[in-house]
């Protein structure tokens, strides 16, 4: 088992793109990287010194488990509710230092000195499609944020099933396409998918096979870290790139029935 240290997570994030100033959002498995001296904390130390002076370190920490009945939206506590996304995002999340977004279904956590910034407001603006809320990815919320500030995205030891971002793109291309029916049509088509943590229909692409993908485009690094890999990517094309492939072939992508609610919606908006 590897020995790695906070120095060796700032090198590793420098060497696979931070730079002073960065926000650095990331999915990881502490033990992937074999023993890691001062833990999660060390981890969560270690990208800040990457992304230092001006950085910020954020982590998805979920609270929604996907069962209503368990897990009421009403319940939710922004200060309390832990998440279940592992010990590096609850590590962040019960740091003194963090800030959280306040949604019940998809918050961040982030340490930084954008991380008000980044956190506020979360919901706001225009409501986007989602299985969840229609304010979980909003216009104004932390992964719109990471999109608009080509945030770099990390994975440490896991693959990009991981990858909530996904969630936020699944959104804008469902938005899309319903923004291009006539507008009397827009509830009937909305009310025929997923919303309200009522699971119908939905996109749900798989990350793991959309990465050879993105890999193929030259827009992925990858660099050792102890006994894994660490893995990144910029926001921006790795959002731009997958919309691209979503709208180009879309049937790859989706379930048949999924499909065919495309086949729908593309019908009604030539009618």
């Known amino acids: 088992m590897t020995e790695v240290t906070r120095a060796d997570i700032s090198a590793a994030f420098k060497a696979a793109g931070a730079v002073q100033g960065d926000t650095v959002m990331f999915h990881g498995s502490l033990k992937s990287m074999g023993h890691v001296q001062g833990g999660a ?141 006539p507008p009397e049509r827009y509830t009937e088509f909305r009310s025929q998918i997923a919303m309200d943590c009522r699971s119908i229909l939905w996109i749900f692409y798989p990350g793991a096979k959309m990465r050879p993908r993105l890999e193929e485009k030259g827009i992925v690094t990858k660099v050792p870290l102890g006994d894994t890999t660490l893995m990144t990517i910029r926001t921006r094309p790795l959002v731009e790139a997958t919309l691209d492939i979503l709208r180009a072939e879309p049937e790859n992508w989706c379930t048949p029935e999924f499909a065919s609610w495309l086949s729908r919606v593309k019908a009604a908006r030539l009618s």
């Open 41 to 181: 904390t060390a981890v969560i130390d270690g990208i800040l010194d990457a992304s230092s002076p001006g950085g910020t370190v954020a982590a998805a920490t979920l609270w929604y488990n996907g069962n209503p009945e368990e897990c009421k939206k009403e319940d939710f506590d922004v200060a309390t509710s832990p998440t279940w996304t592992g010990l590096l995002a609850e590590t962040l999340r019960r740091d003194p230092r963090s800030l959280r977004s306040n949604s019940f279904s998809h918050s961040v956590s982030a340490i930084g000195s954008r991380a008000r910034e980044l956190t506020e407001r979360h919901g706001e603006g225009r409501p986007f499609p989602s299985p969840w809320s229609e304010q979980s990815f909003a216009e104004i919320s932390p992964w719109s944020k990471f999109y608009q500030w080509n945030a770099l995205y990390a994975f440490i030891g896991v693959d990009m099933n991981s990858c909530t971002m996904k969630h936020y793109i699944e959104s804008r291309f469902v938005a899309e396409l319903l923004d291009q029916l």
